[in-house]
């Protein structure tokens, strides 16, 4: 049904703009108020592993041609994930796609790469160049500069975000896809818990070309993804393969209307995490003060002598102008709450550790869930009104899927990457 509403997402991740990509595709309203003062502004990461979900919910939100453009510009690399002991030896090996590791050789039939139409994925994108396509078919719609401070509830039912430059916006539903530290979820829910999990990691890239491919060794490009493990409580190294199917500043020229998209190099993910109490890993607050070269050297410290010699012929090609630091955070489940016009999507309410790649996934699926739920409100009479029914109705099956992916990360973090057990509070 044609949804006469309008509707305020707050928030330009991918959570965001798929939300919007997927509310337009039914007529409505939408308009995205983001913090940042323009597309660019920060760096957007690298690599981004979506499967399903997450490939469902951007086909339900994208038009058609934007999202065979998200899937030509992808590398579809080996569908597995691997975990490897400092040594290399295989210890757990899985099909990609949610869930926890197997043990070696014990899990099923990979996933299958899929195609342009199936989509079965898996498929590792480059971030900053989905991001790309999914913002060139919202020109006009994406506000820059907006950090939402406040929303209010007006007399007539509708909300009012304002934002921190004097500019407000009224609609009938305002959406927090406003990540982690959501500004929304604070003020909707002021008891949702979003906590430090204990874990740090030093990003970056290493570049491909076919001269650095040839000296790299052959495992890194078996699996979508590796784990290399020190075992729970020490440091680990995380590669994936980012090998991109067509060069996404051709492909985008050839889509009507052509979309611009920055010209990128195949690469590595590649990352180095640690526990936040390793005796050489400073506060984080220090740790965001470290410039490429010192983080360089404050990852290959905190990782050590003792590691296959492939590991260090890894590290010898990091990017050292690509490093950047994160420190991970884990949300606490939320009981219900009462519906209104005011939700969350994204990791504005389930953060969750990557280690099992599905907090893009995941935010992805919300959008796609909360579009057909908007989709189909006023389908079944109730005395809320078909908006908070339909909201009511995204907001149950969200709790459910996304907290029991947050579980399943925060256990297997816990296992394979050093976890904490019990978070502590992030600071305000
Ligand atoms: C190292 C790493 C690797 C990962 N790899 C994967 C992966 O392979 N696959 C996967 O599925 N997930 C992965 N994730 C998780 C994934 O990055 C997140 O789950 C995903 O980005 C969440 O999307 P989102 O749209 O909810 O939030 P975000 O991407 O965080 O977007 C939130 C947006 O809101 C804006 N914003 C914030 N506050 C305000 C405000 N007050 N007003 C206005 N705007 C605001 C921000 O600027 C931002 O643009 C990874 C995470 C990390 C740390």
Redesign the pocket.
Known sequence: MLFPYRVII???????LALAHGLRGQGVDVAV????AHPDARPQ?Y????DEP?LTGLRRCLPAPLFRLCLATAGAPPARVSVRNRRLEVLADRAAGGGSPETAGGSGAAGGSGGPGGAAGPYAFNRPTLRQIMLSGLTGHVHYG???VDYRHEADGRVTARFADGRSATGDLLVG???????VRRLLLPGARVEDAGLR?V?GRIPLDARSRAGLPDWVFESIFTVITGGPGHPHLGVGPVELGARPEHAGLAQRPPAALSPVGDYLAC?VGAPADHPAMPAFEELRELTPAALRDLALRVLGEDWHEDVHRLLARWDTHSLFP?R?STATPVPAWESGPVTL????IH??S?VL???????VRDAGELTRALGGAGDAPDPAGPLVAAVRAYEGRMREYAFAIVADSRRTGQRRVGQRERPRPLPR
């Open positions: 707050v928030g330009a991740g991918l959570g965001g108020y983001e913090r940042d990461g690599r981004i592993q979506l997450g907006a950090r939402l896809a406003d990540g982690v530290h959501s500004a990691l990003y990352m994160l991970i999507i994204g990791d504005a953060a969750m990557p790649a599905m907090g893009a996934n995941t935010a």
